[in-house]
């Protein structure tokens, strides 16, 4: 088409291909199909005005890459009703008009504002295809629907704000909003649905203002190191900044999350991640799935009295950090499972004891610490996980609360641990400047990997320790003071250091212990009946009990002793092979 035109009209459906034309005084443009310049040096000129319900192209390329410069026309712009489409093979530059819907198409190459730009309809930015806000003060409103499945942005230095003013509309794409770090923000200023469709990365601070409700319906990460704000607080999202998580939705946030306003993320399968590498404070409210995956070392703490039905620590990030913060932690839905993947979960503060959460399910992973930190009163160790490792911090004194077992190491590093007469099986080492009364207390030596120091124990005539490890040498530091010794781990070495009290019986039915140049006192029977006894130092075992002693079993070749010392005679013989 090379010719002129008094009133044209394109109508939907239909698609114009336009080599050049001009619409005369007057008359007007209307597009309501598609119309797309043939060649990016096209211009559409004349003294009519444009408008329509379709979508006009912009392929302009040249010094002068825009709408305006495109499309010369000197009448009335009334773009309300178009979508004006940015499509060149090249950079382009977003004219200065009265948009209404605004699509850049232009993959992969990049479409920057001239100047503030507000559209009254939606904005779509196609996959592969970018549009910048540039690098200065360049701000851009949006009050209709916001589709990024590439890439909207801005260049470095860049300090305008995004701004979503349309009340119920949406967001949706997957691709990302970006901007360089402690630039414009994304400021949500009427309510707006994250379509279910959704899966975006959004760089910029959400900053969410007045009474506004945010519901993410799809996945949404937030890498901001200002994360999502809001600056009304209230009892509830209709009185302030509020963010809701709707059912099956996913919010990964690395900065602050809400320290103003109300967070919802009650609904079914919905799941918040806190997943930054700086400090993080958890928003105290009711999670469905709560995941911590911050790595800091600080990690990340609660911040008020919370409630969470499924928590995962550590499932993406390795080695995360998630402590209570002193406050209550609380199981509430239909799962209550506790996921301690990788990392640590600590419990209580220097000024505050609290509890393990009573979980239903309780799932800790190898290679993990549960840390009970309370530097006041006494704190109550749960004796219902499994703990790989355990770690008692603070000065405070901390007490077991049931039988417990530890697969990995029990590190006393403050304060002291009494067992309480509750059982207590070590399946790693015993290690740390704080003491362990272990009164009455049935303790175990178990496990199969490495090589573990265990500190001594020390349970009185009324405890027990006895030793089932099947593989590797566990070694007992001096001072161990038990009421009796049970060795009872086939292809196990419980190995001896220093001097030791067993008032009780010894009894050796599987497994290796190892005497090196230590001394055992034996107040009760020695039955070595399927183990050894080995003594590649120097040792001597001294037979001191306050009535008969029997010793039986294998006591030759390589059980034999190497010293023997009876101190016993109360009776008269004492002691009988």
């Not at 009335?76 to 004006?84: A, P």
């Not at 034996?522 to 050894?532: E, H, P, Q, S």
């Not at 306050?546 to 010293?563: E, I, P, R, V």
Request: hydrophobic content about 40%; charged content about 5%.
């Amino acid at each position: 088409i090379a010719t002129a035109f008094s009133n044209l009209t394109i109508a939907g459906g239909a698609t114009v291909s336009a080599n050049a034309f001009s619409v005369v005084t007057t008359r007007n443009l209307t597009v309501d199909g598609l119309l797309t310049p043939a060649t990016p040096t096209v211009i559409i000129s004349g003294a009519g005005g444009l408008t329509g319900s379709g979508t006009v192209q912009v392929t302009r390329i040249a010094a002068t890459a825009d709408f305006s410069n495109q499309y010369t026309l000197s009448g009335t712009l009334v773009l309300s009703g178009l979508t004006v489409e940015y499509i060149g093979t090249a950079a382009q530059t977003v004219s200065t008009v009265a948009y209404g819907h605004l699509k850049i198409n232009n993959l992969p190459n990049t479409a920057t504002l001239a100047a503030n730009t507000l559209l009254t309809g939606n904005l779509t930015v196609t996959s592969g295809s970018t549009l910048s806000t540039g690098t200065g003060t360049l701000t851009l409103g949006v009050a209709g629907n916001v589709k990024v499945d590439g890439t909207l942005t801005g260049g470095a230095g860049s300090t305008g704000v995004i701004t979503l003013s349309g009340a119920a509309t949406t967001i949706d794409g997957i691709g990302s909003i970006s901007g360089p770090s402690g630039g414009g923000a994304l400021s949500i200023t009427a309510a707006h649905d994250i379509l279910s469709t959704a899966n975006l990365t959004i760089s910029r601070t959400i900053a969410i203002t007045g009474t506004t409700t945010v519901t993410n319906n799809g996945i949404v990460t937030s890498t901001a190191a200002g994360g999502i704000t809001g600056d009304t607080a209230g009892a509830n999202c209709a009185a302030s900044s509020c963010w809701t998580n709707a059912t099956k939705s996913v919010l990964h946030i690395a900065g602050p999350l809400l320290a103003t306003g109300t967070l919802t993320a009650s609904a079914a399968l919905n799941t918040v991640n806190y997943n930054g590498t700086a400090a993080q404070t958890i928003k105290a409210t009711t999670y469905a799935t709560l995941q911590v995956n911050n790595t800091n070392a600080s990690g990340a703490t609660l911040g008020g009295a919370t409630s969470v039905d499924v928590l995962f620590i550590g499932n993406v990030a390795a080695g995360s950090l998630f402590s209570d913060g002193g406050f209550t932690l609380t199981p509430l839905g239909s799962y209550k499972t506790f996921n301690l993947i990788s990392g640590t979960f600590t419990l209580g503060t220097a000024g505050t004891a609290t509890a393990f959460p009573a979980f239903t399910t309780i799932n800790i992973s190898s290679g993990t610490t549960v840390v009970y930190a309370a530097g006041v009163s006494t704190q109550t160790v749960s004796g219902t996980p499994v703990y790989f490792n355990l770690t008692l911090s603070d000065a405070g004194a901390k007490s077991l609360g049931g039988a417990t077992t530890v697969n990995g190491d029990l590190a006393i590093s403050g304060g002291a641990l009494t067992t309480a007469s509750q059982a207590l099986t070590l399946n790693g080492g015993l290690s740390g400047v704080g003491l362990l009364t272990a009164t009455g207390s049935a303790i175990t030596i178990g496990g199969t990997v490495g090589s573990p120091a265990i500190a001594a124990l020390v349970t009185g005539s009324t405890g027990s320790v006895t030793f089932t490890r099947t593989a590797g040498t566990a070694t007992l530091a001096d001072g161990c003071d038990t009421g009796s010794l049970t060795i009872n781990g086939n292809g196990g070495t419980l190995a001896f250091a220093g001097t030791h009290t067993i008032s009780g019986n010894v009894t050796i039915t599987a497994g290796t212990l190892s005497a090196g140049s230590s001394t055992l006192n034996v107040g009760g029977n020695w039955a070595n009946t399927g183990g050894l006894f080995t003594t590649t130092g120097t040792s001597t075992v001294v037979l001191n009990g306050s009535a008969l002693q029997t010793l039986s079993g294998t006591m030759t070749d390589t059980s034999a002793f190497y010293n023997l010392t009876i101190t016993n005679n109360t009776t008269n013989p004492s002691v009988t092979f």
